[in-house]
C-alpha cells in the first residue's frame, strides 16, 4: 500500500459565514501556509469556479469551470473578497506546477487547493489539501502547528459544527465514513450531530462535546497528546504530537472514546 500522500484540512458548519473575515483568512491560508512551500520560480495555476448552481443531479460538483491563470502577486486580500463576492456559493482555487511551457505539470508535480462550498441549501465546507510532496515528503513540527493555528482560526470564524486535519488518501470522504459505507451527503448534513471520524486533529462541535458529556468530562477523559478548550461549546483534540506518526492503537481508542458521535 502507497503511503499516504495528502494533507487534508476540513471544517463543516451550518452557519452563515462572514464574507469579509473569511477573505482575510483565506488570505492568511495562501500567503502564510501555501506559498512557502511553492517555489518561488514557478507561477500559480488558478481555478475558479463560476456559475454554480446546484440542481438535483449535480448537488455539490459546479458543471465546469472558468481558468484563471494569476501570478502570486494577484493574491491579494481585495482579490479574495472580489472572489467571494463574485462567487456566493462556490470558490476553488488550485496551485499545480507549472512545466517550462506554462502548462500544469501531471506526472511528478505537486499541487495544493483551496475549496469554498457555501450554498445556503446545503452545509458549508472549508476545505484545504496539499500534497505531501510540497513537503518534501517529511512534515516539520513547525509547520503542522500552522496548519493547526490556522485550523482553529477558521474554526471559530465559521462556527465549525466539526472538523478535521489528517494525513491520508481516501478522497473526498474520511476513512472512517469509507470503512462504515456512509455517504457522503449523509456525513455532511450529520455534521452538527455525528463526527466524520478519527483523526490526528479532531475538531468537536457543541452537540458532540454535549454528547460526549460536556467540555469538562471530554478534556478529562479524551485519549489523546493534547485537549484544547477553544471556547462555544468546541473542542480541539490533537491525537499524537507529530501528523505522520499516528499508531494504530492510539487511532482506535480514540475511536472507541468517539463512538457515541460517530455513524
Same mark, same amino acid.
Given at each position: 500500500? $502507497? ?17 469579509? #473575515? ?24 488558478? $481555478? ?29 486580500? +481585495?482579490?479574495?473578497?472580489? !472572489? ?21 505539470? &501531471?506526472?511528478? *508535480? ?50 465549525? $459544527? ?20 456512509? *455517504? ?6 450529520? !455534521? #452538527? ?16 462535546? #454535549? ?11 479524551? +485519549?489523546?497528546?493534547? &485537549? ?32 457515541? &458521535?460517530?455513524?
Amino acid at each position: 500500500m $502507497s503511503p499516504p500522500h495528502v494533507v487534508r484540512l476540513e471544517l463543516d458548519t451550518f452557519s452563515g459565514v462572514d464574507r469579509p #473575515a473569511l477573505a482575510r483568512w483565506f488570505e492568511a491560508l495562501f500567503t502564510d501556509l501555501l506559498v512557502p512551500l511553492c517555489p518561488a520560480s514557478l507561477q500559480e495555476l488558478v $481555478s475558479v469556479a463560476r456559475g454554480y448552481r446546484p440542481s438535483d443531479t449535480t448537488p455539490w460538483g459546479p458543471p465546469g469551470y472558468a481558468r484563471l491563470l494569476l501570478s502570486s502577486g494577484d493574491f491579494t486580500l +481585495p482579490s479574495w473578497q472580489a !472572489a467571494l463576492t463574485e462567487l456566493p456559493s462556490f470558490l476553488r482555487v488550485q496551485l499545480v506546477q507549472l512545466d517550462s511551457q506554462g502548462l500544469p505539470l &501531471v506526472d511528478g *508535480g505537486w499541487c495544493a487547493e483551496i475549496l469554498l462550498k457555501d450554498d445556503p441549501a446545503f452545509p458549508h465546507q472549508v476545505v484545504v489539501t496539499a500534497s505531501r510532496s510540497l513537503f518534501g515528503g517529511w512534515i516539520s513540527h513547525a509547520v503542522q502547528q500552522e496548519w493547526l493555528t490556522m485550523f482553529r482560526s477558521g474554526a471559530s470564524l465559521v462556527r465549525a $459544527s466539526g472538523g478535521w486535519i489528517t494525513l491520508d488518501h481516501v478522497g473526498v470522504r474520511t476513512a472512517h465514513e469509507v470503512a462504515v459505507g456512509v *455517504g457522503l451527503d449523509e456525513s455532511l448534513f450529520m !455534521a #452538527a450531530e455525528l463526527a466524520r471520524g478519527a483523526h490526528w486533529a479532531t475538531l468537536l462541535g457543541p452537540r458532540q462535546v #454535549a454528547a460526549l458529556g460536556g467540555v469538562q468530562q471530554v478534556c478529562a477523559t479524551a +485519549p489523546c497528546y493534547s &485537549v484544547e478548550d477553544l471556547g462555544g461549546g468546541r473542542i480541539l483534540l490533537q491525537l499524537t504530537e507529530h501528523l505522520d506518526e499516528v499508531p494504530p492503537d492510539a487511532l482506535q481508542k480514540l475511536t472507541e472514546f468517539l463512538g457515541p &458521535v460517530l455513524h
